[in-house]
Nanobody
Framework: QVQVVESGGGLVQAGGSLRLSCVASGTIFRFNSMGWYRQAPGKQRELVAGITSGGSTNYADSVKGRFTISRGNAKNTVYLQMNSLKPEDTAVYYC?????????WGQGTQVTVSS
């Protein structure tokens, strides 16, 4: 059994910053990859940023230079530092923990950026 729990969302003004945290726990020792996705109302869920167990990262073009994904010292922990937030970043942000081609999802955390 695996649990994925996100935290750190909230309401922030445009130009502000937020830091999201994700912890994956359970029967899997270490996930191959972890990532952040987001889904805005009426839109499909999209990849925001991902990181592999080796530390390779990838970002959506829309967040490059503003968001940074990183792994924590604790096992199966990942963060998303979001700077220079824009109203179009408003969405529910989900953490995904992947192993052997299967991904486990958290419940999501709301990020709202006001203009």
């Amino acid at each position: 059994q695996v649990q994925v729990v996100e935290s750190g969302g909230g309401l922030v003004q445009a130009g502000g910053s937020l830091r999201l945290s994700c912890v994956a726990s359970g029967t899997i020792f270490r996930f191959n990859s972890m990532g952040w996705y987001r889904q805005a109302p009426g839109k499909q869920r999209e990849l925001v940023a991902g990181i592999t167990s080796g530390g390779s990262t990838n970002y959506a073009d829309s967040v490059k230079g503003r968001f940074t994904i990183s792994r924590g010292n604790a096992k199966n922990t990942v963060y998303l530092q979001m700077n220079s937030l824009k109203p179009e970043d408003t969405a529910v942000y989900y953490c995904n923990a992947g192993v052997n081609g299967y991904g486990y999802w958290g419940q999501g955390t709301q990020v709202t950026v006001s203009s």
